[in-house]
C-alpha cells in the first residue's frame, strides 16, 4: 500500500525514517511559520524547540530565505522589528487589547535600555526587545553580540570584553558585566582586563510544555496509522 501523507507522518516513524523525516519537518516548517505569524514575528527558542529539532537544513534554508532569522533566544522575522513595522504592529496590538494605550515603543535607534518601570514583556517583545532583568536588548543585536562572542573565542573558551562589544550595545561597561552575569557568563579580570566564560546554571525545572501543547496541529501526533 502508498504510504500515508507525508503531513500524517507519526514522529516516531519519521526519527526511523530519513525520507519520512524530511516530510515531517516540512510540516514543522509550515508549524514555525504559523506560530510566527501567530506572534506578530517574534517568537522565544525554548517556546519552539520541539520544531527546531526536527527541521532540517532545507527547511531552514527555505524559511532564512522568506526572511526567518534563528537566533540563540529567538526566532523572528528581521523586517517586522524595523522602526514602521513596530508603530504599526504595536498600534494595532493596542487597539486588539483595547488597553495598554499608555505604553509607547522605545526611542527607535536605541539598542540598550535599563529601565526597572517597564513591566509588560509582551509589549517591548513585540518592538523587538528581550527582557534580562531590568534589562532590554533588542533582539538583533543581541545576536550580532554573539556573533562577536563567537569570532573572539579561545581555546580556554574565556571571551575578551573588548570596545566594539559596549558600543554594539551602547551600554557602560558596568551595565554590560550585568547583563553578561544574568545571560550565564562569569565575570572576572585577569591582567588588567575583564573576560567571561559561559558558566550556566543548573536548574530542576522542568521546561514548559504549554506552548506546544496548545498547537492547532498537536492532534497529528495522536494519529494511528497502524491499524
Not at 514522529?11 to 526511523?16: N, P, V
Not at 523586517?79 to 527607535?108: C, M
Not at 557568563?185 to 506552548?211: A, G, L, M, Q, T
Request: net charge positive; with cysteine.
Amino acid at each position: 500500500p502508498p504510504p500515508p501523507p507525508l503531513f500524517f507522518i507519526p514522529q516516531h516513524q519519521a526519527k526511523r525514517d530519513p525520507l519520512w523525516s524530511r516530510g515531517l519537518g516540512d510540516v514543522y516548517k509550515r508549524q514555525l511559520a504559523y506560530q510566527l505569524y501567530e506572534n506578530n514575528g517574534v517568537l522565544q527558542r525554548n517556546q519552539v524547540t520541539d520544531y527546531l529539532k526536527i527541521l532540517g537544513q532545507n527547511e531552514r534554508k527555505f524559511l532564512r530565505d522568506q526572511g526567518v532569522k534563528f537566533g540563540r533566544y529567538h526566532v523572528f522575522l528581521h523586517k517586522l522589528i524595523k522602526p514602521e513595522a513596530v508603530s504599526l504592529r504595536t498600534l494595532l496590538w493596542k487597539n486588539y487589547h483595547q488597553k495598554y494605550f499608555n505604553l509607547k515603543p522605545p526611542v527607535f535607534g536605541l539598542n540598550f535600555l535599563e529601565n526597572d518601570k517597564i513591566k509588560n514583556r509582551n509589549f517591548m517583545l513585540l518592538c523587538g526587545f528581550e527582557k534580562f532583568d531590568n534589562f532590554y536588548v533588542r533582539i538583533d543585536i543581541l545576536e550580532r553580540l554573539f556573533v562577536q562572542i563567537i569570532n573572539s573565542n579561545t581555546e580556554k573558551n574565556e571571551i575578551k570584553l573588548i570596545p566594539e562589544m559596549l558600543n554594539l550595545l551602547g551600554c557602560n561597561k558596568d551595565n554590560f558585566k550585568k547583563l553578561l552575569k544574568i545571560m550565564g557568563y562569569k565575570v572576572f579580570e585577569k591582567n588588567n582586563d575583564i573576560f567571561f566564560k559561559y558558566n550556566p546554571r543548573k536548574s530542576s525545572k522542568k521546561v514548559n510544555k504549554k506552548f506546544i501543547k496548545e498547537s492547532p496541529f498537536k492532534v497529528l501526533k495522536n494519529l494511528n496509522l497502524n491499524q
